[in-house]
């Protein structure tokens, strides 16, 4: 079969670019040679159109709704696995044996400690510092505590700055957050699993014992199975970009942190229950969707539009069975805010403005209401997110580092400013 061709037409000239395909989804048209048979670029600001890489970590159907973790489910990941077994299958591409779950799992937990110095590092911040600020700063600051032991092109120290990252990072999230509460910081114990041993270090105070409640810790996990990767998100890409240039590992993911506070990204969580208690009530609702809909206000509903579903964000469904259980343990009845979220949801989904756009929920729209009544604040929301979303980062970054073919990422762009023009001395402006 003759291989599959795309062409351009510039100037009277035509191109052909090959188009190559993958396991599954969209081909590609590869344009690398364009701008040298043609002299022109393409434009696509936003990336809407762009494959930025070849990856085989995750797969999206925005149109089905399907979301796969090196070919498995989200759902089904979520339902059956833990979170360190997801970091396994992302990291090595397989799910593990039970030897080799263990292992991981042991080498992950003892990983957990920070250089004690650490601490130090946190006192330079007010206690009023937003937790995001201070995690972009510690886990950067972490290249410092390890830049001579990070030969990034050795494969052994890749996996081991990949085990620190997924180890430490929920380790200095509960840091930010004590420090943000004036708490003592509580060491991470070995005896608790992964997502146990974050809620103790979160919650736990030296003065009584930390309950560990199994049905919020699970439902933790799961929510941290949901937020692991997503293909070439905003703060991925931000990762691939910083990595291409061969940066230490941990600054690399401290820029894959910067991006994802944003509101139109990861920052999405928080900006959405402080969208939800805004509106309050739901009789305010319709003002609410009035104002998204309306091209001259810059208001969004939060929590909802993906740049790539077009259809339900399986992690949402999944997010709300989850907000549901975490609540009927708590014994919260008629939350408000989550009264508030269905209907919003319901009124959404069959106004037409938000069919004609394809917006329904995304992963961002239930989450806030379950992690406020776990009992963390708004300000962590995006915090938990990021924990989450390190092995993802991670496993991204070390994916292309391993590609053959990878070189530092340089974009061009569509110039508008001045033509040349001659400097005028200031006695002639
Ligand atoms: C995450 O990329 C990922 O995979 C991200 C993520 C991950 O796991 O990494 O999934 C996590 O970031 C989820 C998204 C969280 N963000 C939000 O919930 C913020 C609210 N959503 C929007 O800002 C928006 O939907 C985006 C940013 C998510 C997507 O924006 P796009 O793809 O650039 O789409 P767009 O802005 O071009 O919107 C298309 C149209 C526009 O109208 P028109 O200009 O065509 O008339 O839909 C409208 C938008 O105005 N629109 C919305 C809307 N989202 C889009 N209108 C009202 N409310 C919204 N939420």
Known sequence: MSAKTGSVTLGGKTVEMPVKSGSIGPDVIDISKL????????????????????????????????????????????????????????????????????????????????????????????????????????????????????????????MIASMRMIAKVPTLAAMAYKYTIGQPFVYPKNSLDYTANFLNMCFAVPCEDYKINPVLARALD?????????????????????????????????????????????????????????????????????????????????????????????????????????????????????????ELERIALSDEYFIEKKLYPNVDFYSGITLKAMGFPTSMFTVLFAVARTVGWIAQWKEMIEDPTQKIGRPRQLYTGAPKRDYVPVSKR
């Open 222 to 342: 799961r929510i941290f199975i949901l937020h692991a990767d997503h293909e070439q998100n905003a703060s991925t890409s931000t990762v691939r970009l910083a990595g291409s240039s061969g940066a230490n590992p941990f600054a690399c993911i401290a820029a894959g942190i910067a991006c994802l506070w944003g509101p139109a990204h990861g920052g999405a969580n928080e900006a959405a229950l402080k969208m939800l208690s805004e509106i309050g009530t739901v009789d305010r609702i319709p003002e609410f969707v009035k104002k998204a809909k309306d091209k001259n206000d810059p208001f969004r509903l939060m929590g909802f539009g993906h740049r790539v579903y077009k259809n339900y964000d399986p992690r949402a469904k999944i997010m709300q069975k989850t907000c549901h259980e975490v609540l009927a343990e708590l014994g919260v009845k008629d939350e408000p805010l989550l009264e508030v979220a269905i």
């Open 35 to 158: 701008y040298a048979q043609t002299g022109a670029f393409t434009f696509d600001p936003g990336f809407t159109s762009t494959a930025s890489c070849e990856s085989g970590i995750t797969y999206i159907d925005g149109d089905e709704g399907v979301l796969l973790h090196r070919g498995f489910p989200i759902d089904q990941l979520a339902e059956h696995g833990d979170f360190l077994e997801t970091c396994y299958l992302l990291l090595y591409g397989e799910l593990p044996t039970a030897a080799q779950k263990q292992d991981f799992d042991y080498r992950v937990t003892r990983h957990t400690m920070v250089h004690e110095q650490m601490a130090r590092f946190f006192q330079g911040f007010r206690r009023d510092a937003h937790p995001m600020a201070v995690m972009v700063a510690a886990v950067g600051a972490l290249a410092a505590f390890y830049h001579d032991s990070t030969d990034i092109s050795d494969p052994q120290q890749r």
